[in-house]
């Protein structure tokens, strides 16, 4: 794929900013800007597993979810400026510190230099590679990483468009979505494992939202229909947790109800899909990590 930084069409945006002189959507320029790069616990037990998943956040993201949790990097983009040559390094260095895998998190804008460091870093990297995102990602994305990533641990958030449009938006994010996850299927096919860490695979990841367990119940059935429900792993996640600042719809400024999730977690185990459900004490601001505030 050829991209123009001055012309940016990466992701499913496609905003045409000249990241050179501005940044685009995602408040990004053509500067790497990682907000943290440590060992981290918290992901599913076959990512994070005894040592810890080493996990780069990056700054920054296009997506920008009125909810979003980490919306210190993700709208204001702070964090600090690597080159390549350094991102490569960063994750040499977390494999060094006994990582099970390099967790790249919202990578998406900077594709074409994250492939540069992947490329750089992989002959001495023997750990997996592991692409978390927010499930809202272009082929031609998907089409750069064909090789380079092992595991794929998208979200997928949103069913109808008018949720996506006033929670994202993006209207058309499912249509996105529904496009993007088959290929990372494509892509890393069934799961395999190593004893109890996942080497190479598909676990989707789902956020249950107050007041839309019918809709997610639609994003599950989708799941069943679309992937062999035995070839995939989903992550159904209760941790939703309000804002700090009180949001225009009333739903989003509470914590689902027990109710709400069990009944999504029994549909998904009605329709055969295995996977992690979450206890209720995940819903806590906690469980956010520190991010680095270099500007």
Known sequence: MSFDVAHCMLCPRRCGADREKGVGLCHCGTEIRIARAALHPWEEPCISGKHGSGTVFFSGCALGCVFCQNR??????????V???????????????????????TGSHYTPWIVQALERAKPKLHIPVVWNCS??????ILRMLD???DIYLPDLKFYAPETSGAYANCPDYFTVAAKAIPEMFRQVGQLKWNGELLQHGL?????????????????????????????FLLSLMGQYTP???????????????????ESVREHAVQLGLNGYGQERSSASASYTPDFWTEQ
């Open 72 to 81: 210190k990097i993700s709208r204001q983009a702070v964090g600090k400026a």
């Open 83 to 105: 080159t390549v040559e350094q991102l490569a390094d960063v994750f040499l260095e977390l494999q060094e510190q006994q990582a099970h895998n390099i967790n790249l998190v």
């Open 135 to 140: 499930g809202y990602e272009s082929l031609e």
């Open 147 to 149: 090789g380079l990533v």
């Open 203 to 231: 676990v989707v990841r789902h956020l249950v939202l107050p007041a839309h367990r019918k809709e997610s119940m639609q994003l599950l059935d989708w799941l069943a229909e679309t992937l062999p429900t035995d070839a």
């Open 243 to 261: 804002p700090d600042t009180s949001l225009p719809d009333k739903h989003l400024n509470r914590h689902i109800a027990t109710f709400e999730y």
